[in-house]
C-alpha cells in the first residue's frame, strides 16, 4: 500500500457549517496544494499584514495533499484578501460570517488513491463496524516522531531532556540528520547555534535561549507547538489504552463501566454504561470511550486498569498534567471514542490501485482507516 506518492492522490475538502450570528469576519475557501495549514497560515497573515491570530480554521489539513477547508479572517477588507497571491493557493468564496475556531467542521470528505493496493467487498462492510480510532502518525511527526517524547518530559518536569530531545535526537531519514546527530553526540549548543540552517526556526529559537535554561527555550517557541507536545504525548496513551483493550475485547464493544459519548444535537453527552443503559447504547451503536489523560481524569472497569497500568509504566501520574512550570499548557482531560467509523465508502479499481472515497467525522484519521482497511 502506497499513500501521498503525489499531492493529487490525496484530496481532502473539510465539510464544515458557517454560522452568521455575528458576520464579523471574512470567511472564504482556502484551495491549497502541497501546504500544510500552519504554514500556509503563516504566509497568509505576513502577506495580509495581520497577526496570524486574525486567522481561524477549524482543522489541520496535511501537506502532502490536495486540501479544501474554510478559513475566517478577520480586521481585512474584502479587497486586500483576493489580492493576495501565494503559489498553488486559491482564495475563493468570500463571504462574511462568524469566527472559525479549531474543532468547528464535522469532518472530512476523502478521494485517496491508495496505489499498489486492491480490496475487496468483504473488507468494506465489516471496516463499516468500525475501526480502532487511533490517532495518526501525524499527530507524532511523521519523518522525525519526536513529539509525544517532548511532551512526555514535559509531564515528567525534565525540561533539559524535553528541549534536548526536540533539538537534537537524529532520525537518517531527515534532511537535517548530521546537524542534530552532532548536536546528540557532542551537546555543543554554541557550535549548534551557528551551525543549524534558517529553515529550521523553531530549533534556532530554542538555541538562542537555551543558556537562560530549558524553561526559557520552550518559551521562545509559539504556544501552540508547545501545546502540540502535551497533545502528541496524550494521544500516545490514549493509542496504548486502545491498542490493549482491543487485544482483550473486540473494538465495538461496550462493558459497564465504560465512558459512552452521545450528542443531544450539537451537545455532547458523556454517560457511564451500565445495566439501566445498555440496550439505548446497542441500540444507537454508540461505542466505548477512552482518555485523553489529564489531571480530571477518572476511568472505571477494564479501561481504568489499563489506563493505571501505562501512567504507572510511564512513571507519571494525572496531577502531572497540571504542568507546574507551564500552567497555560495544563490539561484537565477529555475522553474519545475508541472506535473510528466511516461513512460512504466507495471505491473504483483502477490501473496500479484503487481510487476510494469515504467521511470521517473530526477527528479521526485517513491513514488509520487505510491501514486498517487494506492491512
Known amino acids: 500500500m502506497r499513500i501521498k506518492e503525489k499531492p493529487e492522490d490525496f484530496v481532502v475538502e473539510e465539510v464544515i457549517d458557517i454560522a452568521h450570528a455575528k458576520n464579523d469576519c471574512l470567511v472564504c475557501t482556502l484551495e491549497k496544494r502541497g501546504w500544510d495549514t500552519i504554514g500556509i497560515v503563516k504566509v497568509l497573515a505576513r502577506k495580509l499584514g495581520i497577526s496570524q491570530k486574525r486567522i481561524g480554521f477549524a482543522g489541520l489539513k496535511d501537506r502532502q495533499a490536495v486540501t479544501r477547508q474554510k478559513i475566517s ?12 497571491r501565494i503559489p498553488r493557493v486559491s482564495i475563493i468564496d468570500i463571504e462574511l460570517g ?34 480502532p480510532n487511533y490517532f495518526g502518525i501525524q499527530r507524532f511527526g511523521e519523518v522525525r516522531p519526536i513529539t509525544h517524547e517532548v511532551g512526555r518530559e514535559l509531564v515528567r ?5 524535553a528541549a534536548f530531545v526536540f533539538l537534537a535526537k537524529p532520525f537518517e531519514k531527515e534532511k537535517y540528520f548530521e546537524v542534530r546527530k552532532e548536536l546528540w553526540e557532542t551537546h555543543d549548543f554554541e557550535k549548534a547555534r551557528s551551525e543549524y540552517p534558517l529553515s529550521l526556526r523553531y530549533e534556532r529559537a530554542m538555541l538562542e535561549n537555551i543558556g537562560k535554561g530549558a524553561k526559557k527555550a520552550f518559551e521562545a517557541l509559539p504556544r501552540r507547538l508547545n501545546t502540540l507536545f502535551i497533545h502528541a504525548y496524550q494521544a500516545y496513551i490514549f493509542n496504548e489504552i486502545v491498542r ?13 463501566g465504560d465512558v459512552v459519548i452521545d450528542w443531544v444535537g450539537t451537545r455532547r453527552v ?19 470511550a477512552a482518555p ?30 497540571r504542568l507546574r512550570e507551564f500552567p497555560s499548557l495544563a490539561s484537565r482531560g477529555t475522553h474519545r471514542e475508541i472506535a473510528g467509523k466511516a461513512q460512504d465508502i466507495s471505491y473504483t479499481c483502477e490501473e496500479g490501485g484503487t481510487r476510494i472515497r469515504f467521511f470521517l467525522p473530526k477527528g479521526e484519521y485517513a491513514t488509520v482507516f487505510l491501514e486498517e482497511l487494506f492491512g
Do not use: W
Request: with cysteine; charged share 30%.
Open 292 to 321: 485523553i489523560v489529564g489531571y480530571k481524569t477518572h476511568v472505571r472497569g477494564r479501561i481504568g486498569e489499563i489506563t493505571q497500568e501505562i501512567l504507572e509504566e510511564e512513571g507519571i501520574g494525572r496531577e502531572d498534567f
Open 244 to 256: 490493549r483493550r482491543s487485544r482483550a475485547v473486540p473494538i465495538t464493544a461496550v462493558e459497564p
Open 157 to 161: 518536569g525534565d525540561l533539559d531532556t
Open 98 to 131: 462568524d469566527r472559525i475556531r479549531l474543532g468547528d467542521h464535522k469532518g472530512n470528505q476523502f478521494t485517496i488513491m491508495v496505489r499498489d493496493a486492491s480490496v475487496s467487498p468483504g473488507a468494506v462492510e465489516k471496516i463499516k463496524g468500525g475501526f
Open 270 to 288: 458523556v454517560t457511564l454504561a451500565g445495566e439501566h443503559n445498555m440496550d439505548k447504547i446497542t441500540e444507537r451503536g454508540l461505542c466505548a
Open 73 to 84: 479572517v478577520s480586521g481585512v477588507d474584502r479587497k486586500q484578501l483576493e489580492s493576495v
